[in-house]
Structure formats: C-alpha cells, structure tokens
C-alpha cells in the first residue's frame, strides 16, 4: 500500500554561496495511512523547517515530497492552493482561530471555503466537536475561551475536511499539562478511532509520547528513529528520555 506521505532526499538550505545554513540535509522517511508519527529535536535540528515544507509553507532546496502519491514540489501555486485546502489539515501552537468568529463558525469555515452542501456543515461540525469535546463550546467567541478549548477548535477546523494528513506544529507548547493531556488524548483518540494520519512536531518528551512513531533530528539530519510496538506510553516515555540523553546537551530543550 501506499504511504500517504513520502518524504525522498529532502534538503532545505538558507543563505548564499559561502555561507549556507542546511536546516534539512537529505533526509528521507515515509508515513502510513493512520499513523501517528512525531518529530523530536533541539532549537536548530530542523524539525519546523521539515514540517514547513511538507505543509507547502516553505519551498524545498531539493528532493520531493509526495503526498497521496503526488508530488507537491512539482506543484504550481494555484494547484498547490488547492492541495493544501483539500488534502491537508492544520494545528498550529497558536491556533490562529479568527476573533470575529465563534467556534462553530471557525470550524465550519474550512466546509465553506470547500463548498460543502449547507445542510451538511451543521451535522459535521456538531459531530466533530463531540470527538473532540467542544459541543458546550460551539456558540462561543475565541476570547471566551480556554487555552485548552481553543487548540481543541483549531484541531476540529483542521480535521472536517476529512484531509490525507494532519499537520500539528507544537500544538501543546501554550497549554498548562492539563489541557495538553486532554488534547492529546483526543489526538490519540483521533487516529485510532478515525484512522487520521498525524504527523506532530513537538519538543516535549511527554507530548510525543501519544505517538506510535518518532523521528529525531539533530542539526538537519535523522538521528534515530523509535517505534512504540507493544510498549505502554510510560514505557515509551522512558525511552524517548534514552535517546534525548544520547543526543545530549544540544537537546536540552526536548525536556
């Protein structure tokens, strides 16, 4: 079967000939549909570069990035427009939700711009917002809410579009443990019930330990890789601490 996202020979460099910074240096690794796949690294690894580009936020140096089995460096802007609104599914740090919207709304949105029958948004906001426990949420404006409920809306807005790959970017990095573990809880919840292809950057070793699979970078290369398998998250947890401890000083900031 074909993997949802195949990452081949990636490289990702700044600056001019003389000085070059190689954020990303031919890295390669593929996703399956359904997993949940994280990326650890220190300030500097490469790891926001990596998802940048696979999100078509950023252009790659080289390499290619197929998503669905098309190769999104070959597409043109209106077509990579498209592909984006489509088939891909956001969660940022910050939630970037839009004020003068209330909940309902921001997430209903994403349907809107693609067109989806008005009779239909109502039934799938409503039935999204129960996964992800926001239905006493809907009627509220941004302001109104907690740190927790507003990454909780981001995450409904990025999957109602039923995307191929959901794109999260630090997405517990501004919330207190509590409101983390329940986000992320509905994430694991999320891909094992709904099958959603996750794929997470996060410099937090608790966060990525609700993943089944992580990547770790250090300065623009993989390092390691860890699978979960049979292990509990404690179990998993620790050896995430194992290979943050190898990667030494230069990851401080993982924990």
């Known amino acids: 079967m074909e993997p949802i996202l195949n990452v081949q ?37 490469g790891k926001t570069t990596l998802l940048n580009c696979v999100s078509t936020i950023d252009s790659v140096t080289a390499g290619h990035i197929l998503i669905e089995g098309r190769d999104i460096t070959q597409l043109k802007s209106k077509e990579l427009a498209r592909f984006r609104r489509e088939r891909l599914g956001f969660v940022f740090q910050d939630c970037n939700l839009l004020d003068t919207l209330n909940a309902f709304e921001n997430i209903a949105l994403a349907l809107t711009i693609l067109r989806t029958p008005v009779g239909e948004i109502e039934e799938r906001v409503k039935e999204t917002a129960q996964r992800l426990d926001i239905e006493a949420c809907l009627d509220k404006y941004p302001y109104q809410l907690s740190g ?51 794929l997470m950057v996060t410099h937090d070793a608790f966060t990525a330990s609700y993943c089944r699979r992580i990547l770790f970078l250090r300065d623009g290369k993989q390092f390691s890789e860890l699978v979960r398998g049979e292990d509990s998250r404690k179990q998993f947890f620790n050896r995430i601490i194992e290979v943050v401890t190898l990667l030494g000083g230069a990851c401080g900031d993982v924990l």
């Open 9 to 45: 020979h990636l490289q990702k460099y700044y600056g001019a000939r003389g000085s070059v910074t190689r954020a990303v240096d031919d890295i390669s690794f593929s996703v399956a549909s359904g997993e949940f796949v994280g990326i650890m690294g220190a300030s500097g690894s």
């Open 148 to 198: 927790g409920q507003r990454q909780r809306v981001a995450a409904a807005r990025a999957i109602i579009t039923r995307p191929a790959l959901v794109l999260a970017d630090e997405p517990t990095g501004a919330l207190d443990s509590k409101a983390a573990r329940l986000l992320l809880d509905r994430f694991e919840s999320l891909n094992r019930e709904r099958e959603a292809t996750i």
